[in-house]
């Protein structure tokens, strides 16, 4: 079984739907991570939990509302999302939050805003 | 700041040569680490490797083998013989001890191994 997996792998919304996205760590994990990848842009850090608790906002727009319920699952709740949000949305955990841990990432969901 | 640079943006290879990629990394702090990831096409990035800051000696996997220089601020990465499975995205990483939690990833290079 993979270490992290990600569903849906894709996504289609419209500007005005709401979606979520799903992450699930079975890695025995403490930290979870949404990064954002753009097409020719640096990885982007969206949200990171540590335990459970929120550890760091990255100045992300309100229209994106993260959710962890447990050590285990990472939600991303989409809603009223613009053309430029469409991107690979990827989902990632670590031992714990910060160095000397690498993360592991999930496949990703590519998600398009039409 | 902290930084890193990865200054070649796509590489392309005939497969069996060898291939380095640049890492150029700016932090301040005197405890860091410093990583390299792969993404193939299927997404996922795969962690490949972890250097901490004190830890100057390279290292070589299979065909795989890290250069850290902290004279240079540089942690390159050499794929001898490379192979078609080895095209990818690879992105280098640096995660620093102090002050905010920051784990700032390169903009990656493309490399294309061609049978």
């Known amino acids: 079984e993979t270490g992290v997996t990600q569903t849906p792998r894709h996504l289609v919304m419209g500007m005005t739907n709401k979606k979520s996205l799903k992450c699930e760590q079975h890695l025995g994990h403490n930290a979870m991570y949404w990064y954002k990848q753009s097409a020719k842009k640096p990885l982007e850090l969206m949200f990171v939990y540590n335990f459970k608790e929120q550890t760091e906002n990255n100045s992300v727009p309100s229209r994106f509302s993260p959710e962890c319920p447990n050590s285990s699952h990472l939600f991303l709740h989409l809603h009223t999302l613009q053309p430029e949000d469409s991107a690979l949305y990827l989902c990632?955990?670590?031992?714990?939050?910060?160095?000397?841990?690498?993360?592991?990432f999930g496949p990703g969901t590519r998600l398009t805003v039409t | 700041a902290q930084k890193v640079t990865q200054a070649q943006t796509e590489i392309s290879v005939v497969e069996k040569e060898d291939v380095t990629l640049d890492c150029v990394y700016e932090t301040r702090d005197t405890t860091y680490y410093l990583f390299w990831y792969k993404q193939p096409p299927s997404g996922e990035l795969v962690f490949l490797i972890r250097r901490n800051s004190f830890d100057e000696q390279n290292e070589i996997s299979g065909r795989y083998s890290w250069n850290f220089q902290k004279s240079t601020s540089s942690f390159n990465f050499t794929i001898t013989a490379s192979q078609v499975v080895d095209s990818a995205v690879y992105f280098c990483?640096?995660?620093?001890?102090?002050?905010?939690?920051?784990?700032?990833f390169g903009t990656g290079t493309r490399l294309k191994v061609l049978a």
């Open positions: 990483a640096l995660s620093a001890t102090s002050g905010t939690y920051k784990y700032i």
């Open positions: 990632a955990s670590s031992q714990g939050q910060g160095p000397p841990y690498e993360q592991y």
